[in-house]
């Protein structure tokens, strides 16, 4: 039998209740890894697990508000102990808020900047500490096209993942002397169910902008996390992934 390409990793997925979370969990759980699914929604996360062991994979839920200081630390102490630390995280968690700049209300960018910014922070700061005692791991944070070309409608969330971008080469370049590398993905405009609310003439303008004449699927973002997850991967850090069928070159 071949040994699989994360046997006896511990893995944690934010934002992991559904999505491209859960199906970032499911790539990661098939090479092996035991996956952690941290999320608001403990319930889903729970189920999402439970959906996970069916399919011959080892995952467990815990409730974790990323914005939340002193809930990341208990948890990732709860992972050290009750597993190990931590190989892998990958900092999916994110909201929306979406509203024209001038009528952008002022809680809606803190909620979405704590969210998706400084939850990353928070969850990698946590997580850096466990994987340079380990001189090993891999971070990935789940940025964005639209951290990079900005978005009309969406002032908080673009500059939310394009801070996130920064954070990750700051902390590839803190992090790489102890072996440990951190990357980003950038989706372009994935079918998930924040975008099947949009309305299908809106959808098929999106479409006409991207080269590969379709939105992309959940697996093409869990395909790129597995690869800068995985030992083939090692000599990758700061750098950011875009997966977005060629709409952004």
Not at 33 to 45: K, P
Not at 94 to 101: E, S
Request: aromatic share 2%; net charge neutral.
């Amino acid at each position: 039998m071949t040994e699989k390409t994360l046997q006896d990793k511990v893995a944690l997925v934010t934002g992991g209740a559904q999505g491209i979370g859960l199906k970032i969990g499911e790539a990661l759980a098939a090479e092996g890894a035991h996956v952690i699914l941290g999320d608001v929604n403990l319930e889903g996360c729970q189920a999402s697990a439970d959906r996970i062991k069916g399919q011959g994979g080892s995952a467990s839920g815990i409730r974790l508000d990323v914005s939340n200081a002193e809930e990341v630390k208990s948890a990732f102490d709860s992972i050290a102990k009750d597993h190990k630390p931590l190989d892998i995280l990958v900092n999916n968690a994110g909201i929306t808020r979406d509203g024209l700049l001038v009528r952008m209300k002022e809680d809606d960018w803190d909620r979405v900047l704590d969210i998706n910014l400084k939850g990353s922070f928070l969850c990698g700061q946590q997580a850096a500490k466990q994987m340079m005692k380990q001189r090993q791991g891999a971070i990935v944070n789940i940025a964005s096209i639209v951290g990079v070309m900005g978005n009309a409608g969406q002032a908080n969330y673009s500059s939310s993942k394009a801070g996130l971008i920064g954070l990750t080469k700051t902390m590839a370049r803190e992090l790489a002397p102890r072996n440990v590398t951190v990357n980003a993905v950038a989706p372009g405009f994935i079918d998930t169910e924040m975008t099947r609310v949009l309305d299908e003439k809106v959808r098929e303008k999106l479409i006409e902008q991207i080269p590969l004449a379709r939105l992309g699927l959940p697996e093409d973002i869990s395909n790129s996390v597995l690869f800068l997850v995985s030992s083939k991967s090692g000599y990758i850090t700061g750098q950011v992934i875009n997966v977005n069928g060629g709409m952004l070159m």
